[in-house]
């Protein structure tokens, strides 16, 4: 009892004099630091109202500590936003506080511990002395980009099978044009995997990355009939290695097969010099074109660092070191490349054992081309029992269901193209042990997909200095990015913005190599904080900038590599799609994750870092000589990143129908180059620097003829990438893409269909009734052609056909007078798609005006001067009569120098077009454009009609279906052709040389 009593005096004397030393602010003092706070981030952040929870005064410690509301945590703090805070805490506090040390925190964290980009104790780095793959034939090394770095990304969800439903489904609703599960990929593969790779890196994927549907095997133990796999035997012969290999001995596989346990591989020694030992895979191919290449092989104790592929192919070849201690047993891939029709020596992929070491194994396997169809059987499990699909960010055990067994379920393939489906089937058919890829055991595709990403990682790294006591494919990973978009709407067409998740809370909130998990939280602010800043700066200033939540999402957590999730948008709020849907937006995301990726790892590894340029423009080819070039260009000023400066350029050639070689640097913005007569060369330019290499120019070619009737100059004025027409009404909104479908960049992987209700007030019940912005399912295995930036040289076939030499320049150098009209007889536009569009909500310019005023000073000139015009392009008179903005000086240019009349858009819809009685005998003929999406050229849903503005100009074509006029010619001190469609989308190149043809005769007529 005495025990009792004195226990009891003690925690009361302890609770006294605690109460001496801290005490609790007042509630006014909370609420006007809590005012301040959120006053502080107004209109930069959209993360709720941030409380203040505590205010305890230590006296004794001389100390104030601030506690509040979590989401305080998610404002991007830096060392100088610290200071503000501090600064103004202490401001607010009474004065006799004023020597005392202020501490605010937030999630458990005082706020100078969330400066990205602190000095901490241990960061994220790995050691590396040769990555997975190094492409020798690059003509460049990014020093400061990205090189040897291993980068995990993922592109949210994908096709499944639905074992509730047993049937094939998206995981999201299909809305807005597209889906989740393909919209991500619109910005990971055409745009985000190619900028991370000119920097250098390795990217890894747990989706299929070929778009396209053919697939062919080729592989020692079988291969996709007539493939062959041979070797050729040097002074170290093939034999046959000890262990299993891939072998594709099932059209489908069910459960966990695994078809890299269904095979034998090969395997040699090492050569520094002598005969070398080769192993060639060569694939027949139904179609020509661009195969990605994957390669396959077994990694061994011994296994070799620098195993040496090389890609034969249409651009010539190109050369890979494969570190095969890395990746064994999985498909690796190596690039994507251009392939003939059919078999043949010049196109195939070889293994050679010439290293730098001797006698170390090098192991040879299946060679896998082309993305293909799924191959993935699934069907209800044979328990009957099926789980609720739970969300990533739940915890809990999954809800088991019933099923009915009545039912005699059969396996099924999803019949879609296998880019379109989840990583969890990629996985499986990768070679990934089941561990990886289900770990509901076959009861829930749903989350095992979501889940097997984040193991995914960890497989990849097991075995690397990220993980050295895991098992794994010991690819040293340096960090992991989960692109996604969410879901919500808003009533005020505002913006439901960008979201970052990342965990921390996770054992002793350290990897493996003792770095913080907090550098998680550097790169999704680093991330978060690029993307909303250039959207901002180029797009919407009332982007919204959501949350850093540190919250448990399976994605983010498991993971053993600083990972962020991703929400960039809401794919079902039509504000924020409104610019989800532009290629541009598309690109500028794509390069402001790329940014901050690259700040991240360089400050990981305490390295200095510059980001690659953009794409160069004003760009020209003309002759200087019978059988010499010079081509010229400018590099383009990157206002959002002052190291993104060019120094030097890589030049690429095509040479008649090859492909493009690997390039050359080149350290001018000018070159002159041999072309021999009769053949069409092409060219493109990257710019470069030490952070690697931009996105390429137009594509602009040129050709001379012997005997020639004269040089044609083709002008590409089509540069123009948008997303669908766009309308909003009081009770209707959306995407019309009948109007207008838009531009993708080279193709578009993410249309599912044209949106079919408009009604606002139209709610979400199910994802196959998801009200407004539902859309069509038609399309959603297709790919969708795009602008090429490839049509001077289509254009330039027919012109070489009709016996005339041509060069071509862009529309910014003719504009500029950079080019001389005046040493051509002809000139060719191109205007394809070109129409002025905005995006979003249109607070910027409009872009891709038609004919721009310094454009049409110039044609003016050339036209008095006597020169000779043809004008093909589908808004040739929308963009000028019909923008919403008419300008005088644009209709007296059409109708007074170009001599047309704008009579309506939409004019077609057949896209059959004739030839119509005139004075110009020699226009004949009948034509097919494009009217309707397809793989081979971009669509050309709203041709215009245009007509006759001068006496001596005269209808020449009619669409078929109305004769509304569709061409126009004029003949008087010069000559005129104008097109309401653009010649490129003729169906055939027979079409599109008599065409030319008959044109050309018509503008060298007396």
Known sequence: MKKKICHSLILLLLVSIGSLTAQNGSLATRQSIARFLNSHVSGELAIGKITVDSLTILDKAK???????????????????????????????????????????????????????????YTFRNKVDKPLVTALSKPFKAEKGLRNKHIALWQSHGFYFEQKLNRWEWQR?????????????????????????????????????????????????????????????????????????????????????????????????????????????????????????????????????????????????????????????????????????????????????????????????????????????????????????????????????????????????????????????????????????????????????????????????????????????????????????????????????????????????????????????????????????????????????????????????????????????????????????????RFTVSRAIYKGMLKFIALQYNQPFVVQPLPVDHFSVR????????????????????????????????????????????????????????????????????????FPSEVLSACRVKDEKGVVLVVNGFDRVSGPADFVADSIAGFYDPKDHGVPYLNDISFIGSQYEFRRSKPWTDDDAPGFGASRANYETKVIAGNSFDYPALHGQSIVKAGYSFVSSSDESVGSGKVNLTEYPVVDLILGKERQTQIGRGVFDSQFKTFPAELQQTITAYCNQGGNVLVSGAYVGTDLWDNGEVNVQDLDFAKKVLKYNWRTGQASVTGEVKSVQSPFRMISGHYEFYNELNEHSYVVESPDAIEPADPACFTIYRYSENNLSAGVAYKGRYKTCVLGFPIETLKSDDQRDKLMADILLFMSSK
Not at 84 to 106: C, F, G, H, Q, W
Not at 466 to 483: S, Y
Not at 668 to 693: C, D, F, M, W
């Open 63 to 121: 100390k104030v500590r601030v506690v509040a509301s979590v989401n305080c945590s998610y404002i991007p703090f830096t060392q100088q936003r610290v200071e503000v805070v501090y600064d103004s805490i202490r401001n607010i506090l009474p004065s006799s506080y004023a020597s005392y040390k202020v501490e605010l925190v937030t999630d458990n964290q005082p706020i100078e511990n969330l400066v990205t980009g602190q000095s901490r104790k």
């Open 173 to 585: 609703a299909r809305i807005f044009q597209t889906v989740e599960d393909l919209y991500t990929q619109s910005y990971v593969l055409p745009f985000l995997v190619p900028m991370l790779e000119n920097a250098g890196a390795n990217v890894l994927l747990p989706r299929e990355r070929d778009t396209q549907t053919l697939e062919v095997i080729v592989d020692n133990d079988k291969a996709t009939h007539p493939s062959v796999y041979k070797e050729i035997q040097g002074d170290k012969p093939w034999s046959v290695g000890f262990g299993k290999g891939f072998a594709m001995l099932k059209d489908q596989y069910i459960e966990t097969d695994n078809p890299f346990q269904d095979g034998t591989f090969r395997q040699t020694v090492t050569r520094k010099k002598g005969k070398e030992s080769l192993a060639e895979w060569i694939p027949s191919l139904s179609k020509a074109g661009k195969y990605a290449v994957y390669v396959s092989y077994k990694a061994l104790p011994e296994s070799t660092e620098d195993a040496l592929y090389t890609v034969y192919h249409k651009g010539g070849k190109s050369q890979f070191r494969v570190n095969q201690q890395m990746g064994g047993g999985t498909w690796i891939y190596l690039g994507h490349f251009m392939f003939d029709q059919g078999m043949n020596e010049s196109c195939k992929v070889q293994l050679s054992n010439l290293s730098s070491k001797n006698n170390r194994i090098v192991t040879a396997d299946g060679v896998k081309i082309g993305g293909g169809y799924g191959t993935i059987a699934r069907k209800v499990n044979n328990s009957g029992i099926v789980s609720e699909n739970t969300k990533s960010s739940d915890n809990s055990g999954p809800k088991v269901l019933q099923s009915q067994l009545s039912i005699p379920y059969q396996y099924e393939v999803s019949s879609y193209p296998r880019f379109t489906e989840g990583a969890r089937y990629w996985l499986q058919y990768a070679g990934f042990p089941d561990t990886v890829y289900t770990q509901s055991k076959g009861v829930n595709d749903y989350t095992d997909d979501y889940k097997s990403r984040g193991i995914w990682v960890n497989y990849l790294s097991g075995g690397s200095s990220v993980a050295p006591k895991e098992k794994g494919l010991n690819i040293p990973v340096d960090l992991a990015f989960a692109f996604h978009t969410d879901a919500g709407t808003t009533l005020n067409d505002s913006i439901i913005g960008t979201l970052g998740i990342f965990f921390t809370k996770e054992g002793d909130e350290t990897f493996g190599n003792k770095a913080s998990r907090y550098v998680s939280r550097d790169l999704t602010d680093l991330i978060q904080t690029e993307i909303v800043k250039d959207i901002r700066s180029l797009y919407e200033p009332a982007w919204s900038r959501r949350g850093m939540w540190n919250q448990s999402y399976f994605e983010a957590r498991t993971p053993r590599v600083p990972t962020m999730l991703l929400e960039l948008l809401s794919h079902q709020n039509f504000a924020d799609m409104r610019y989800g849907l532009d290629p541009r937006f």
């Open 623 to 694: 002759f200087t000589g019978a059988e010499e070039v010079e081509l010229g260009w400018q590099a383009v000023r990157d206002s959002l990143e002052p190291t993104a400066v060019a120094n030097k350029y890589i030049l690429y050639t095509r040479k008649g129908d090859a492909d493009f070689d690997n390039g050359v640097v080149v350290t001018s913005n000018k070159i002159r180059l041999h072309q021999e007569p009769g053949i069409i060369y092409s060219y493109k330019v990257t710019a470069l620097n030490e952070g690697g290499e931009s």
